[in-house]
């Protein structure tokens, strides 16, 4: 039986040196997206949600109710600034997938919720124009962002409970 050695021990690089040129080798394995556990009653859980998928479908939610919104200097402001927080999270979860330390990831996680909060303020404006009629659209992206926050808080409520801070 061999023993198993630590990365200490013995490091190893994904990287070759072929024909003079750097090399990185992929295996498929390692990027593939592993299956829920059974449960109890042997039957796989499905995923309740994919978080990227959400704060995808809320930035077109978003793109379309500005669109939507009449062409005057007062709703090309309020346009501007609900497209610009409305689309942020999406980009800025990116940057929570790829954070450098725990502090980092709540950082950035920060900042998505700190979006998702500024744009639900501007769908509640956009809600009370009276240019602007109660759209289903408009409910629904209000009611998506409501939930998008309390996902952030809960995430970072868990993440600052591992880091040790109240």
């Not at 070759?16 to 990027?31: A, H, P, T």
């Not at 998505?112 to 240019?131: D, F, M, V, Y």
Request: charged share 30%; proline share 3%; hydrophobic share 35%.
């Amino acid at each position: 039986m061999r023993k198993k050695t630590s990365n200490i021990e013995r490091r190893t690089s994904n990287t070759e040196l072929k024909n003079g040129e750097f090399c990185v080798e992929w295996r498929l394995e390692d990027y593939r997206i592993k299956e829920a556990p059974l449960s109890v009653y042997g039957k796989k859980h499905a995923q309740k949600f994919d978080l990227e998928e959400r704060l995808l479908n809320f930035a077109v939610q978003i793109i379309e109710i500005t669109e939507a919104l009449p062409n005057t200097r007062a709703a090309n402001h309020i346009a501007s600034q609900v497209l610009r927080s409305g689309t942020s999270p999406y980009g800025n979860h990116g940057e929570v997938e790829a954070a450098e330390s725990l502090n980092d990831f709540v950082h950035k996680l920060k900042v998505c919720l700190k979006e998702l909060r500024e744009t639900r303020r501007w769908l509640r404006l956009i809600g009370r124009l009276k240019t602007q009629r109660t759209s289903p659209r408009l409910a629904s992206c209000l009611s998506e962002a409501d939930e998008l926050v309390r996902i952030f808080k809960a995430s970072i409520n868990t993440a600052e409970k591992r880091r040790g801070l109240p």
